[in-house]
């Protein structure tokens, strides 16, 4: 069971807007540790999508953002593209763990 | 371009040893913490460990304290992992990691850029 708390799946039409959420607690989230967000496709490397809660590294597009409110953060993508279907991660640090967490990740399906 | 070419893993018997190596270019590599972060098969990455610049502080999850030990080489661009004790459950992915930090502090980190991954197998 993952510190942090994210939705085992998510879908949408092309064209449509999806938000991944990722809920945390008062020992990292909650604590004002920054949340970042990853784009996995099982086999090969993760990809950094958001860092700090809401900067997008170069090159990725600006459909994706990230926002972070008290204990839980969120990821949007909009115009959902067919290439956008695979599984994404949270990110933080816990206080109490005194270590890096993941969220359990969520499979984007793009009906 | 930045690069972190991983080698080593394979399978090996519960309570055996095997080491990851990570080769590091395109970048400073003294100046940047690294990682490892793994994924089962079947379930979510878990950060596994991290060491700062110069290899004085070192961190791991508890599942890996006392068996696991991440080391650095500056002056070859290499981070290892050496794994011994290995477990069923330690089977995985394993990914190194550069680790950007900021606000002076390990706590603000987040992982730009990636290996290719190597499989550890734990079995008999």
């Known amino acids: 069971q993952s510190v942090l708390t994210q939705p085992p799946s998510v879908s949408g039409a092309p064209g449509q807007r999806v938000t991944i959420s990722c809920t945390g607690s008062s020992s990292n989230i909650g604590a004002g540790y920054d949340v970042h967000w990853y784009q996995h496709l099982p086999g090969t490397a993760p990809k950094l999508l958001i860092y700090?809660?809401?900067n997008r590294p170069s090159g990725v597009p600006d459909r994706f953002s990230g926002s972070k409110s008290g204990t839980s953060a969120s990821l949007a993508i909009t115009g959902l593209q067919a290439e956008d279907e695979t599984d994404y991660y949270c990110?933080?640090?816990?206080?109490?763990?005194?270590?890096?967490?993941f969220g359990g990740g969520t499979k984007l399906t793009v009906l | 371009e930045v690069q972190l070419v991983q080698s080593g893993g394979g399978l090996v018997q519960p309570g055996g040893s095997l080491r990851l190596s990570c080769a590091a270019s395109?970048?400073?590599?003294?100046?940047?913490?690294m990682s490892w972060v793994r994924q089962a098969p079947g379930k979510g990455l878990e950060w596994v460990a991290n060491i700062e610049q110069d290899g004085s502080e070192k961190y791991y999850v508890d599942s890996v304290k006392g068996r696991f030990t991440i080391s650095r080489d500056n002056a070859k661009h290499s981070l290892s992992l050496q794994m011994n004790s290995l477990r069923a459950e330690d089977t995985a992915v394993y990914y190194c990691?550069?680790?950007?930090?900021?606000?002076?502090?390990?706590?603000?980190?987040?992982?730009?850029?990636w290996g290719q991954g190597t499989l550890v197998t734990v079995s008999s």
């Open positions: 990110q933080s640090y816990d206080s109490s763990l005194s270590g890096w967490v």
């Open positions: 990691a550069r680790s950007s930090c900021y606000y002076g502090s390990g706590s603000y980190c987040y992982f730009d850029y």
């Open positions: 395109g970048f400073t590599f003294s100046s940047y913490w």
């Open positions: 700090g809660n809401s």
